[in-house]
């Protein structure tokens, strides 16, 4: 069983930037791939990034490429998600996840969820 608790959201005004935690309690860690979705308004939820389980591999969503960067510590059980040059449309709830192998970047792949982070860029 893992426990994920996001932090790090806020207001922003666009060209901001956040950086985003995850933090994950529970036995394993170091195990998972960790992946990070955000949900907008009315919107589905979506993939933003993930990473495998030693850091190594790293996957990101098209929209955001080049603006975003995912790690994570995992002695500190922890994994972070660097967003620069956001944009109003980065506006969302931004969740974390944990799947129990590999990498992957759809949401029927992770087993674990945590309760979001809001984060709002205006303009």
């Known amino acids: 069983q893992v426990q994920l608790v996001e932090s790090g959201g806020g207001l922003v005004q666009a060209g901001g930037s956040l950086r985003l935690s995850c933090a994950a309690s529970g036995r394993a860690f170091s195990s998972y791939g960790m992946g990070w979705f955000r949900q907008a308004p009315g919107k589905e939820r979506e993939f933003v990034a993930a990473?495998?389980?030693?850091?190594?591999?790293?996957n990101y969503a098209a929209s955001m490429k080049g603006r975003i960067t995912i790690s994570r510590d995992n002695a500190k059980k922890t994994v972070y998600l660097q967003m620069n040059s956001l944009k109003p449309e980065d506006t969302a709830v931004y969740y974390c996840?944990?799947?129990?192998?590999?990498?992957?970047?759809?949401?029927?792949?992770?087993?674990?969820w945590g309760q979001g982070t809001q984060v709002t860029v205006y303009s």
């Open positions: 990473i495998n389980w030693s850091g190594s591999i790293m």
């Open positions: 996840a944990a799947k129990s192998s590999g990498l992957g970047t759809q949401i029927y792949e992770y087993d674990y």
